[in-house]
């Protein structure tokens, strides 16, 4: 059985956009990702696919903090999330967040920018046209001043991209962005990956359809609560692999993370 | 009715304008920070944090009295003193409620709202029992803790003043916060997770916004009462929402509604009870409590916007649904026409068209809309179609007739009758680009499954 996931000296290239150490989360002392070793690799649409409760979009928080690790560590080009936000775009899932609050299309990309602008200070014209110049880009200008709730779930979807292309990140991590979206929508984002690489952008992107893996992505993170494979979609998106993150051998895993909130007493 | 009002009005005097001036800088305080709790979803928040600011007032107002028993407070300067020492007091469990109520939740393993149910009532009990412990010392009215006691305060000059000025600071402060983290707030009220990536963290935000809360609150409570204050922290914004979809739009109405309250309220606390009761026999009911009837003319500009808002409103949307059953009924009834002077040039099945049940008034609305517009017009007791009517009927029966085909097309299993009805209901929210597409995609076809000729682009022949 190979296991090219893991490098023979658990050196980790201070290059990579992102690099992840042995990282385990918990929830209640359950674990829900074990081990995590991975280096991205720069400059690729990687997709992160597995079943539903594998850990995708807890993978994803975990790296950029927004749920605590058990242990592990995960470096951005090398350096700790905090010191290198700016370079690091993030798409939350559409069902997050509320669609009904007041705000409008270009209002929601300009958040983007919030951390450029600053604590304390306004959002000016500068930055409203460089939100609109990522409304632009994704094809939803003309429906910048919509209130949002106004908006189909492709378009909302946009807006999403939108705010993470306003970021102009060098690595985007993407939660769910081709869930509920119509066809022309699917079109543009895979569009707007494509440019995202062409400019040497790395992209890892939780995704759910296995069809259209090998036509979007260039490499593949199989994920089953431990990392399964990864690599190149040539070389890893096999049947086996396949197999092996969505068949039923987890359930030891399960059970061992049940002994473990029953043995922590929880 | 309104010359008795104004006559119970002209009584007014500096005292009730001190009333209206106090109530109106409390309410416009709560409202501030009720806009993000409505928008964060945690109107109950509010509430909880209205009965767990009590164990802080009770342990506040024994500390000040303490400090003076040991000297380090004269009672000329216990007066300010007590204000801010109650405010710390508040905001202490304030942040306690939540930090409380997040740990319970996490441990405990239960949804928000009973962490925050379970929090609330036990905070709110412990101040009960340091009341009770300690009820000597702490001299509270329970009329005045439920109902607020505006009316007494305006009573001593001097002290309408410093509470006056007092409430203006603490709405002053919130809106110097709102206006500073007016970005901070608005995204991590939107979009936590995002707000946090960024290095916004939304649980600091979440903290600040109960601190500001509870601070609002206590400020609140000798003029509103606990119970009322919840009304005065949702009730604005909850009206101010249903008039905008602007975060700043909304801010301001609710300001403005809030003000709107505390004069509206005070007026109809002085002129109702005695205008209802008076009449009944009950001579000895003259006014009413002010923040009582704040709150009920706070509800009632919340039906109003209701009734009114331009999007959310119920006679909007009654107009909107009737505008679109006039359309409807004027684009059936140029369709019509439309099959009407086709079956004379050239006899074929006639398309059957019923009326989906439009009230005779609709249809009359809609003919006569289409006359105006020069579509129509009356020979001899009969509509017929003008050159412009017969174009716009031929859009109307061309996008009909486009999507019967596509539904042919598309889903072999319908029958026909099926189709023909469901495309009578869709023609009229197929524009022009749709037809394009449809038009396209079916490789512009002449005529629709029935045979019968679909109209060109521009209205005329076929395509």
Redesign the interface.
């Known amino acids: 059985m190979s296991e090219p996931t893991r490098p023979a000296t658990g050196e980790h290239s201070a290059i990579s956009p992102l690099s992840i150490h042995d990282l385990t989360v918990a929830y209640h002392r359950r674990p829900v990702l074990w081990d995590i070793d991975y280096d991205a690799p720069a400059g690729k649409l990687v997709a992160i696919v597995g079943p539903n409760g594998s850990g995708k979009t807890t993978l994803i928080k975990a790296c950029l903090e927004l749920v605590p690790r058990a242990s592990g560590e995960v470096r951005f080009f090398g350096q700790p999330y905090r010191q290198v936000r700016h370079r690091v775009g993030y798409v939350p899932q559409r069902e997050s967040v509320d669609w009904e609050f007041p705000i409008n299309a270009l209002q929601v990309v300009e958040m983007g920018l919030y951390r450029q602008i600053g604590w304390f200070r306004r959002i000016r014209k500068q930055h409203r046209e460089q939100a609109m110049e990522a409304l632009k880009r994704v094809g939803m200008a003309e429906f910048a001043t919509r209130q949002i709730s106004q908006l189909s779930g492709g378009q909302q979807q946009r807006v999403f991209l939108a705010r993470a292309l306003v970021q102009d990140a060098d690595i985007y991590l993407m939660d769910e962005p081709f869930v509920g979206v119509d066809a022309a929508t699917e079109r543009a984002i895979v569009q707007l990956l494509r440019e995202l690489r062409a400019r040497g952008k790395t992209a890892l992107v939780v995704h759910h359809d296995l069809q259209t893996v090998p036509e979007y992505f260039d490499h593949v993170l199989l994920l089953n609560m431990r990392l399964v494979a990864q690599g190149p979609v040539s070389e890893v998106f096999t049947e086996e692999n396949l197999r092996r993150t969505y068949g039923g051998k987890l359930a030891l895993l399960d059970r061992v993370g049940q002994k473990m909130v029953q043995g922590g007493g929880a | 009715m309104i010359g008795e009002a104004a006559r119970l009005l002209s009584d007014w005097s500096t005292v009730d304008t001190w009333i209206v001036l106090i109530a109106a800088l409390a309410a416009m305080a709560c409202a501030l920070p009720g806009v993000y709790l409505l928008?964060r979803?945690q109107s109950m928040l509010g509430d909880a944090l209205s009965h767990t600011v009590l164990p802080g007032i009770v342990l506040a107002f024994l500390a000040s009295q303490s400090l003076r028993s040991v000297g380090w407070l004269d009672s000329r300067t216990l007066h300010a003193a007590q204000h801010a020492i109650l405010f710390g007091g508040a905001l202490i469990s304030g942040l306690l409620t939540a930090l409380l109520t997040q740990w319970v939740q996490r441990r405990g393993?239960v949804e928000a709202s009973a962490a925050l149910g379970v929090v609330y009532t036990s905070l709110f009990a412990l101040g009960l029992l340091l009341l009770r412990l300690w009820a000597d010392n702490v001299h509270i009215d329970p009329d005045c803790v439920l109902f607020g006691a505006v009316e007494n305060i305006v009573i001593s000059a001097e002290q309408r003043a410093s509470v006056a000025w007092f409430t203006a600071t603490v709405l002053g402060l919130n809106l110097l916060l709102m206006l500073?983290?007016y970005?901070?707030l608005?995204?991590s009220?939107?979009?936590p997770?995002?707000?946090?990536?960024?290095?916004?963290p939304a649980q600091w935000m979440q903290l600040g916004l109960v601190a500001v809360t509870a601070a609002t609150l206590v400020t609140a409570f000798e003029i509103v009462g606990s119970i009322l204050v919840v009304a005065m922290l949702i009730v604005p914004a909850a009206t101010a929402?249903l008039c905008?979809?602007?975060?700043g739009t909304?801010i301001a109405m609710s300001l403005a509604v809030a003000a709107a309250s505390a004069v509206l309220g005070h007026a109809a606390a002085l002129t109702l009870p005695a205008l209802i009761f008076q009449p009944l026999g009950f001579d000895e009911v003259r006014d009413a409590n002010t923040a009582g009837m704040m709150a009920v003319a706070a509800g009632g500009l919340l039906v109003l916007a209701a009734l009114l808002s331009p999007r959310y409103g119920w006679i909007s949307r009654a107009l909107h649904q009737m505008r679109l059953s006039i359309r409807i009924a004027a684009e059936d009834l140029l369709g019509r026409l439309y099959r009407q002077a086709e079956e004379q040039s050239r006899p074929q099945e006639a398309e059957v068209i019923d009326h989906l049940g439009q009230p005779l008034l609709i249809r009359w609305l809609a003919a006569q809309g289409l006359k105006r517009k020069g579509y129509v017009r009356r020979v001899q007791g009969h509509w017929l179609l003008t050159d412009r009517g017969h174009q716009a009927a031929a859009r109307v029966v061309r996008a009909h007739r486009l999507w019967e085909s596509y539904l042919a097309a598309h889903q072999q299993e319908l029958p026909d009758d099926q189709l023909h009805f469901s495309a009578h209901r869709a023609e009229h929210f197929i524009d022009r680009n749709l037809q394009a597409e449809l038009a396209k995609e079916l490789q512009r076809p002449a005529q629709d499954p029935h045979g019968r000729d679909i109209p060109g682009e521009n209205g005329n022949g076929g395509s």
Do not use: C, H, N, Q
């Open positions: 928008l979803r393993r500073l983290f970005k901070e608005r995204i009220t939107f979009d997770a995002l707000a946090t990536s960024l290095g916004i929402r905008t979809d602007r975060l909304m």
